[in-house]
Nanobody, 126 residues
Framework: QVQLLESGGGLVQAGGSLRLSCAASGRTLSRYAMAWFRRAPEKERELVAAIAWTGTSTYYADSVKGRFTISKDNAKNTAYLQMNSLKSEDTAVYYC???????????????????WGQGTQVTVSS
């Protein structure tokens, strides 16, 4: 059974930075894509960033390009989301997710992510 445990959320002022971590167990992320989603109040869930199992390909939503960086450490079986220049509109619950398609390099369809963490709150004050 896959378990994902996020940490690193909190309250930060606009312009500040946070780093989210997602520790995985039960499945090695060296063989599966990882992603970060977020859900803001009264908004749809949004795919924020994703990284291929190879670690060499990434995806970012337009709203976070140039500010957020997704990465992973295979040795620690942990994924990260570095968030810089945070804005009030980044306020949301952030979830990490792992794909169920082993060694798949065909993109980041949200439907392929079937393992989820419990979420961590990020609040950016303006």
């Amino acid at each position: 059974q896959v378990q994902l445990l996020e940490s690193g959320g909190g309250l930060v002022q606009a312009g500040g930075s946070l780093r989210l971590s997602c520790a995985a167990s039960g499945r090695t992320l060296s063989r599966y894509a990882m992603a970060w989603f977020r859900r803001a109040p009264e908004k749809e869930r949004e795919l924020v960033a994703a990284i291929a199992w190879t670690g060499t390909s990434t995806y970012y939503a337009d709203s976070v390009k140039g500010r957020f960086t997704i990465s992973k450490d295979n040795a620690k079986n942990t994924a990260y989301l570095q968030m810089n220049s945070l804005k009030s509109e980044d306020t949301a619950v952030y979830y990490c997710a792992m794909s169920n398609r082993r060694l798949y390099s065909g993109g980041y369809d949200p439907a392929n992510f079937d393992s989820w963490g419990q979420g961590t709150q990020v609040t950016v004050s303006s």
